[in-house]
Antibody, heavy 121, light 108 residues
Framework: EVQVVESGGGLVKPGGSLRLSCAASGFNFNTYTMNWVRQAPGKGLEWLSSISSGGDFIYYADSVKGRFTLSRDNAKNSLFLQMNSLGAEDTAVYFC??????????????WGQGTLVTVSS | DIQMTQSPSSLSASIGDTVTITCRTSQTIRNDLNWYQQKPGKAPTLLIYAASNLHTGVPSRFSGSGSGTDFTLSINGLQPEDFAIYYCQQTYSISFSTFGGGTKVEIK
């Protein structure tokens, strides 16, 4: 079964750091671009970051640029999101998603179940 | 950045109704537009990719159309399990993706 599973969420104080992980299984992880998307409580989806299959190209949303760092370990089929300088506005469920493509278009599937990050004192 | 305007933000409909949701982008994105369904407490799931392609396992009552800047998602014959929030997404830009604000489909 193709799946991705996030972990690492929790309660963190403002200004603190947290590292999220995403474990992939059921597909050739090293051939897919991967993404993080978050959803604040009661809000819509916000794309955060993507990393190419080999890790050569990494992109960030302006809202997290300079604070979040995306990386991957293809040998361990894992994706990581290092989050620093966290603020209340970062409170959200964080989803990991595989980016599939037909060489022309791309889409996100599957998504993980999400991991909740709460930033509060 | 590419802005996404999804409408309506919410709608009420009855079982069996046909529902249409629109997504407009601030610049042309060819057909690089996807639709997702999200139920409470769950992750989004892919419905339609590349504007009009039905994802594997998605019922045929769902359909997508459009290209350029204007796109639609239609549900032909709403079923109880279709009450959810629907999001459009552009993947035209190689360096960022954007989601629409979502449309909540509720029972009338």
């Amino acid at each position: 079964e193709v799946q991705v599973v996030e972990s690492g969420g929790g309660l963190v104080k403002p200004g603190g750091s947290l590292r999220l992980s995403c474990a992939a299984s059921g597909f050739n992880f090293n051939t897919y671009t991967m993404n993080w998307v978050r959803q604040a409580p009661g809000k819509g989806l916000e794309w955060l970051s993507s990393i190419s299959s080999g890790g050569d190209f990494i992109y960030y949303a302006d809202s997290v640029k300079g604070r979040f760092t995306l990386s991957r370990d293809n040998a361990k089929n894992s994706l990581f999101l290092q989050m620093n300088s966290l603020g209340a506005e970062d409170t959200a469920v964080y989803f990991c998603a595989r980016e599939s493509t037909n060489d022309i278009n791309s889409w996100f599937d599957p998504w993980g179940q999400g991991t909740l990050v709460t930033v509060s004192s | 950045d590419i802005q996404m305007t999804q409408s309506p933000s919410s709608l009420s409909a009855s079982i069996g109704d046909t529902v249409t949701i629109t997504c407009r982008t601030s610049q042309t994105i060819r057909n690089d537009l996807n639709w997702y369904q999200q139920k409470p407490g769950k992750a989004p799931t892919l419905l339609i990719y590349a504007a009009s392609n039905l994802h594997t396992g998605v019922p045929s009552r769902f359909s997508g159309s459009g290209s350029g800047t204007d796109f639609t998602l239609s549900i032909n014959g709403l079923q109880p399990e279709d009450f959810a929030i629907y999001y459009c997404q552009q993947t035209y830009s190689i360096s960022f993706s954007t989601f629409g604000g979502g449309t909540k489909v509720e029972i009338k």
